[in-house]
């Protein structure tokens, strides 16, 4: 048995699984193995005593040509160095080509070179995968970025502690602005809620999500104050890896995380005029494309907005688009001040003690009827937030399981030897930074650096106690 193998070597050439030439010096193939004629759909009679490269390794993949001299298994035969190729195709007696992974080894006889023999196989399945393997990690990395975004959104979102907060008031311009958020809430119609600060805006803007179609898909704000003009547009739009200085990751913007959804744009009035353009460009369009990139991204979007300024008034003044204004001020809810709507006082003073008891572990039972009367009395410029942070500064202070006010509410100027509340202190002293900054936040001369605070942590504070700039 042993022998018959021995003295006929081409039986054991052609029951090999890859395919097997023998070329001479001339590059003519003098062998040729069943596998290799499986593979190319070459006979072996029509390649032998033939020079193979130009039947089907005359070319690339891309078609280019690739002249014999270039030709890994012709140089063997010319230097008698063995080679392994990885990035080649050949292409079968049909035209068609597939990839490749050849060795080319020197033949040598009695010292001499004689010729050179390549053994190649099909790597086109194993590339395949590869290239789905590929895909399908990209598409991992790609999910795994999304939730990664999301999650720090949600988080943020959490430490926002609204949840509690629901639409108190049975006035009639509370009632009537009720009726609106029901009705268009089954519409996808842009809505422009204005109002003064504290008055519940954003409140407005969520239940007006709930209530809608897209209660189940993402609600997503911006603050557009609380960003710097050249970082709102990446927050926005999102930016791709190095669209610039500091942009390490491709980074989503909050148009992208709320598709399908709504995006509620807050402060709408600050957002500078360059983004104005870009941001009518997406209600009109629903076509975006993230900071240093190409790609144009499409979006399905509710949008909300909201802002306390008189909107019409900066159209006038050439600081806000009038096409935009009009692209938002499809259906505008008004929400009323508070001292429009007195008669909810009580109402909303028992929804926050509510609240208080449950966040400081008490157990108010409600107001005494002077104080009652006296907050009846005050006109409230700071609206619902500011009877919130009275009646929580009362909680505080409070012995007793009925509130009632410990100093008399004034709207003047508190620096009269009045004891501020941590908050208002704050908010005086950054207010004196700011002015003394000429309104400039960040940079070495900026507040934040004469604060000894992070310029986010600095916006985050102006924002929470109400600090426009
Ligand atoms: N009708 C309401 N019933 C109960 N609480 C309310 C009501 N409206 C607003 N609030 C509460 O008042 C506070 C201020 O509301 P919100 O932040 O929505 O106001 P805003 O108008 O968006 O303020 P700003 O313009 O300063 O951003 C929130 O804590 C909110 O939960």
């Not at 039947?55 to 298994?73: L, M």
């Not at 500011?386 to 004034?410: C, D, H, P, W």
């Not at 908010?427 to 001369?445: A, R």
């Amino acid at each position: 048995m042993i022998k018959e193998f021995l003295n006929d070597p081409t039986l054991l050439l052609n029951a090999v699984g890859e395919g097997i030439y023998g070329f001479d010096l001339s590059g003519n193939a003098v062998f040729v193995n069943p596998a290799a004629e499986r593979m190319t759909g070459w006979h072996a009679d029509e390649l032998l005593g033939k020079k193979i490269h130009q039947y089907h390794h005359h070319t690339r993949k891309d078609g280019s040509p690739y002249p014999a001299d270039e030709c890994q298994i012709y140089c063997t035969m010319f230097d008698g160095k063995h080679r392994h190729v990885t990035d080649e195709v050949f292409w079968r007696k049909d035209g068609s080509h597939f990839a490749v992974e050849y060795t080319s080894t020197p033949v040598y006889k009695n010292g001499e070179l004689i010729g050179a023999v390549a053994i190649f196989r099909d790597v086109s399945k194993q590339q395949q995968t590869e290239l789905a393997l590929r895909d399908a990690l990209a598409q991992v990395q790609h999910l795994s970025e999304q939730l990664q975004e999301e999650n720090a959104y949600l988080i943020s979102e959490l430490n926002e502690d609204w949840q509690d907060s629901g639409l108190v008031g049975k006035s009639h311009s509370f009632q009537t602005m009720l009726e609106q958020i029901t009705l268009v809430s089954q519409t996808n119609s842009t809505v422009l809620i204005l109002g003064e600060n504290g008055t519940g805006k954003e409140l407005v803007a969520r239940n007006l999500h709930r209530l809608s179609t897209r209660a189940e898909q993402p609600f997503i704000k911006v603050n557009c104050a609380a960003f710097s003009a050249n970082l709102i547009e990446s927050e926005l739009f999102g930016h791709e890896k190095g669209a610039f200085t500091g942009a390490n990751e491709r980074r989503k913007g909050r148009f992208e995380l709320a598709d399908n959804g709504t995006l509620f744009l807050d402060e709408i009035a600050e957002l500078p005029l360059e983004l104005q353009s870009k941001l009518l460009r997406v209600l009109q369009e629903h076509e975006f494309e993230r900071v240093g990139g190409t790609h144009t991204l499409t979006v399905n979007i509710r949008v909300i907005a909201a802002t306390n300024r008189n909107l019409w008034q900066m159209v006038e003044q050439g600081s806000f688009r009038m096409d935009l204004y009009y692209r938002l001020n499809v259906f505008p809810i008004r929400v009323p001040a508070l001292r429009e709507r007195k008669e909810d006082i009580p109402l909303l003073a028992a929804n926050i003690i509510n609240q208080l008891n449950k966040r400081l572990g008490k157990h108010f039972k409600g107001l005494t009827k002077t104080t009652l009367a006296q907050l009846a009395n005050y006109e409230w410029p700071g609206n619902i937030r500011e009877l919130q942070n009275i009646l929580e500064r009362e909680a505080i202070l409070s012995k007793q399981n009925v509130l009632q006010l410990s100093s008399a509410l004034s709207d003047k100027d508190p620096a009269s030897g009045v004891v501020l509340s941590l908050d208002a202190a704050q908010k005086q002293h950054i207010c004196t930074v700011l002015k003394q900054c000429h309104g400039k936040i960040s940079g070495e001369d900026g507040a934040a650096t004469l604060l000894e605070l992070p310029e986010s942590t600095l916006r985050s504070k102006m924002k929470k106690l109400g600090i426009k700039y």
